[in-house]
């Protein structure tokens, strides 16, 4: 039997292998573990698989007036909501390691709502991205600092506690043209889905290492093609990346990890996709995403690859524009 590393501090661990805005936070195994901690528990032994909670779907409305809708995983084509709560014109959703939730809006203010999450939930406090107009994807490390794209030229980290004059502590903004998807490794690097250069044609993605203030360590070749980079999220050894093109409804493209400076997708998922807003693992290796074109989840089980279709599609009804999703408790 193959020997397991230690968990350490971050078991459980989940299949996703990535933290961030769009993963489950304390139960996820990280980048620098991806592959190694497959079918090891956390004691070693490589036979008990992780453990299974029970976990919640959280689905954002671009809208007036809009709501995060709460569905019980695993969803199925007739699922319904649990429950929602109130916000506005939702664009991205982030939950921390306690489950508390960082919801934005399309207007740049940031709701924090503590846990547990309820129909009668009411932001705690509420603050700005910076004086940004937007808000992109929302990512918490394991300290609790999180991390918030703002659809412009930097990613702005806030550290708690948080109060109505919160402001960042740190500014990402070397080479970012409009910052839109971002997430995080185990190593606290920064990887960031930058849409609009090549004179605003395609997308790059970028990686920052702490302390997060110089030029990204890695640059991908720009893909080009009226591609707009959207949200993103890592399983294993792959990172997935919504990714609207042109004319058509859009595609996932999958990035081998670790990326360098002329990485390119290795496939890219299109049955399915129709203008992918937002993506998400849950503890299973499924891949959710948010296709903004025709308000539906479509969910997509492991292994994936350019062949992959959905387990499953499942319509919200009404005025409902998905731009933000996020997997949690």
């Known amino acids: ?193 930058n849409a609009g250069t090549g004179g605003g044609t395609g997308s790059d993605l970028e990686v920052f290492t702490p302390p997060y203030t110089g030029a990204p360590a890695v640059t991908t070749p720009n893909v080009g093609g009226l591609t707009a980079y959207r949200k993103m999220a890592g399983s294993g050894s792959t990172l997935y990346v919504c990714a609207l093109a042109g004319t058509t409804t859009g595609r996932i493209d999958a990035y081998g990890l670790p990326l360098s400076n002329t990485s390119a997708p290795a496939f890219a998922i299109t049955t399915g996709i129709n203008v992918p807003e937002a993506i998400a693992f849950d503890q299973n290796g499924n891949m959710y995403v948010g296709n903004f074109g025709n308000s539906t989840i479509t969910v997509y089980a492991p292994p994936f690859s350019a062949a992959s279709a959905p387990t499953v599609t499942l319509t919200i009804p009404g005025s409902f524009a998905i731009f933000g999703i996020a997997i949690g408790r």
Do not use: E
């Open 1 to 193: 039997m193959r020997a397991c590393p230690s968990a350490g501090a971050n078991a459980p661990y989940s299949r996703s292998g990535w933290k961030g805005a769009l993963m489950i936070r304390k139960s996820t195994a990280f980048l620098a573990l991806a592959g190694l901690l497959a079918g090891c528990n956390a004691a070693g032994t490589g036979t008990t698989p992780p453990v299974v909670t029970v976990q919640h779907l959280y689905v954002g409305n671009d809208n007036t007036p809009g709501t995060v809708q709460a569905y019980t995983l695993p969803i199925t084509s007739a699922s319904t909501p649990a429950f929602s709560f109130a916000s506005n014109n939702v664009v991205s959703i982030g939950l921390d390691a306690n489950n508390d939730a960082l919801v934005g809006d399309n207007a740049g203010h940031l709701q924090f709502f503590t846990a547990p999450l309820s129909a009668s939930s009411t932001p705690s406090v509420t603050f700005t991205n910076g004086g940004a107009s937007n808000n992109g994807q929302i990512v918490f490390n394991a300290g609790g600092q999180v991390f918030v794209a703002n659809v412009s030229t930097a990613v702005n980290m806030f550290t708690p506690p948080f109060t109505a004059a919160t402001t960042p502590s740190t500014v990402v903004s070397g080479g970012l043209v409009s910052a839109i998807g971002d997430v995080l490794d185990n190593a606290g690097s920064l990887y960031v889905a």
